[in-house]
């Protein structure tokens, strides 16, 4: 019996203990869609392709963006009042959620999942929070708007500053004593920034210069060097109703595909050849978004005003475009699923959500929501600056 005992506790030990409940799921094709006017989000089943829950009360949802958990359980949305809300995609509920400053234009959360930061207009500035309480952990005063916060590769943060044109690299290791290199005097008004998916260029638009500004996180001892002087604008500007979306940036191969500033066009860069233009496509208006397809083969484009009406498709290997749909008024944002075989496109202005099939180009169905912008899904949990 004695040894039964033993065998018997040996089996107990060995059952997963997670593996109890049937109705049991993962989060690998969960996202949510921003319902701005409502100040809500739905949580969204991308297989079924259908809501599984709505969670309101979440503030001031203008320009509102989200990161996920490493275990990718729960959104983190940052609101345009300064509300930083955890989202727990399986229940359905507001976890927790805390104001933490005047105005806020988005975050990031840290290499191991530990750290939420949230980049400040008012007061400006970075504060750094734990990702499981939401209990701050860090103040980072920076004299300025803060735009283009990443998450980069051993635990740190980088981020622009508006007012004072400077970007600056923390190394977050110990959330007590950040260890903060400024690189000044990178360009007037930088504006929005992104970081290439192997985590090792961060690159700033600059709103006062016509330009970008790029630091190399594999040598950041050699400081920030401005690359493609001309970009987007070139020698006979246009008005600019819309300023480009640098985070998400297509990246296929060795090519990037970044919008043009107030030009109808998407700017082509060979990142193998020290960021140097190779092209431009003509395009149907001023380009906002310039999404990749995961697999890299083709580029979403959506548009600024009074063209926003209409999504492009452009062929990565022809460099041409070879597909438009109009989904309908204000398109704001398009996402992917983790494979590609899906894209979703929130159309403010029609309420809805459409889905559709990338090999086909055909539609898939729709969502009704209240006033989408953007949408985020839980893939990005494991993707560098996202």
């Known amino acids: 019996m004695k040894h039964l005992g033993v065998l018997m506790g040996a089996i107990l030990l060995a059952v997963p203990v997670y593996a109890t409940a049937a109705d049991q799921r993962g989060t690998g094709d ?7 006017a409502a100040g809500r989000v739905q949580v969204i089943d991308s297989s079924l392709r259908t809501k599984l829950a ?3 009360e979440l503030g001031d949802l203008s320009h509102a963006s989200a990161v996920f958990s490493r275990d990718a359980r729960y959104a983190y949305v940052f609101g345009r009042d300064g509300g930083l809300s955890k989202v727990d995609l399986l229940t359905g509920n507001l976890e927790n959620r805390v104001v933490q400053a005047g105005n806020s234009i988005g975050g990031a959360i840290s290499q191991d999942g530990r750290l939420v930061a949230v980049s400040n207009y008012e007061p ?3 504060r750094v929070f734990d990702a499981g309480t ?3 952990l860090a103040d980072i005063p920076t004299g300025s708007k803060v735009v283009g916060l990443v998450d980069a590769p051993d635990q ?5 500053l508006y007012d004072l044109g ?4 923390v190394d977050m290791s110990d959330p007590a004593v950040p260890e903060i290199t400024k690189y000044p005097n990178v360009g007037q008004n930088p504006y929005d920034a992104l970081i290439t998916p192997d985590g090792r260029y961060y690159v700033a638009g600059l709103f006062g210069e016509d330009g970008l500004a790029l630091l190399d996180l594999w040598h950041p001892e050699k400081g920030v060097r401005r690359i493609l002087d001309g970009y987007g604008r070139g020698e006979d500007p246009l008005p600019v109703y819309k300023m480009p979306h640098l985070e998400g940036v297509a990246i296929a ?8 500033v107030g030009r109808h066009e998407i700017l082509v860069v060979d ?11 003509p395009v149907h208006g001023q380009p906002v978004f310039a999404v990749s397809r995961p697999d890299g083969r083709q580029i979403w484009v959506n548009f600024a005003y009074p063209h926003n009406d209409t999504v492009q498709v452009i062929d990565a290997a022809s460099l041409e475009v070879v597909h438009s749909i109009k989904p309908g008024p204000g398109v704001l944002h398009l996402e992917f699923t983790p494979r590609g075989e899906q894209v979703w496109v929130s159309v403010r202005d029609a309420d809805r959500v459409d889905v559709y099939d990338t090999r086909s180009f055909t539609l898939l169905g729709s969502l009704p929501a209240d006033k989408p912008s953007g949408i985020f899904m839980t893939a990005r949990a494991h993707r560098i600056g996202y």
């Open 124 to 126: 400006g500035g970075v």
């Open 156 to 160: 740190r943060f980088v981020f622009s």
């Open 166 to 169: 400077e970007i600056w690299l």
């Open 54 to 56: 709505s969670v309101p």
């Open 271 to 281: 990142m193998d050849k020290d960021w140097q233009e190779i092209g431009r496509i």
């Open 253 to 260: 191969g060795k090519n990037a595909f970044l919008p043009a």
């Open 134 to 136: 939401l209990e701050p």
């Open 30 to 36: 969960l996202g949510i869609v921003v319902e701005r």
